[in-house]
């Protein structure tokens, strides 16, 4: 049996689906999916885990209909200034995750704003996954390591430990478990190489209805699961 999840990574899924369920506009179901975040965030802190990893914005989410990304854009960029209470109320660290070059200068702006801000915070180490997806991750840090090894600043051959360098969540131990909510059962490009030896979790429920006794509910399946890493 195992024990509280060190690190939980969760894929928020279903926000469109439910709103449209209730007769809303999508739009709709990311505000409240992008509300779930702190009650998600006290639970996991009560229950013992340390980091939590929100997948919020693909590289793949730049194809949905302009009008929805650009509600998203609008939506995150008041996001970061709604961490920013988030992470001092929670005495919790706010890193983003992801290839931010992408955003606005403003948004890049307000995301090292927070990340800055929240840097000394000892509590919940809390991941949002911006413009991420592990593919381009990779990519990223392997041309990053070819760019040092021409430059004398890292050595050939390349280690796994060594990789774990290049990668976003440089610094930020991998995964123990991965939910993903509403009912899809993929990865989506998110955290390849981290999940490895991660559980997976699914559920129906959709993020905005996924609370603390959902959480409790994927946590306890987690801890009656025998991690065996490869051994009898």
């Not at 229950?47 to 693909?58: C, D, E, H, P, R």
């Amino acid at each position: 049996m195992s024990t509280v999840p060190n690190h939980v990574a969760i894929i928020l899924d279903g926000n469109g689906r439910w709103a449209k369920s209730k007769g809303m506009p999508r739009t709709y179901g990311h505000t409240m999916g992008a509300k779930n975040v702190e009650p998600i965030c006290r639970a996991a802190n009560s229950l013992g885990i340390k980091y939590v990893t929100f997948y919020a914005f693909s590289t793949e989410n730049w194809n949905r209909p302009d009008s929805e990304v650009a509600a998203l854009m609008e939506l995150l960029e008041s996001y970061m200034k709604t961490c920013k209470k988030l992470a001092k109320n929670n005495n919790m660290r706010v890193r983003i995750i992801g290839d931010i070059s992408k955003f606005t200068p403003s948004m890049q702006e307000k995301i090292k704003d927070l990340e800055e801000f929240s840097k000394d915070f000892t509590g919940l180490n809390m991941q949002i996954a911006l413009n991420y997806g592990s593919r381009d991750e990779i990519i990223r840090g392997i041309n990053a390591y070819v760019e040092d090894v021409k430059n004398n600043k890292a050595a050939y051959p390349l280690t796994e430990e060594a990789f774990t360098n290049y990668l976003d969540t440089k610094d930020i131990p991998d995964p123990d478990l991965m939910i993903r909510t509403s009912g899809e059962q993929r990865l989506s490009n998110y955290l390849l190489w981290q999940l490895a030896y991660a559980e997976f979790y699914f559920t129906d429920v959709p993020w905005p209805d996924f609370h603390e006794a959902e959480l409790k509910e994927a946590v306890e399946a987690y801890m009656n699961r025998d991690r065996r890493y490869g051994k009898v």
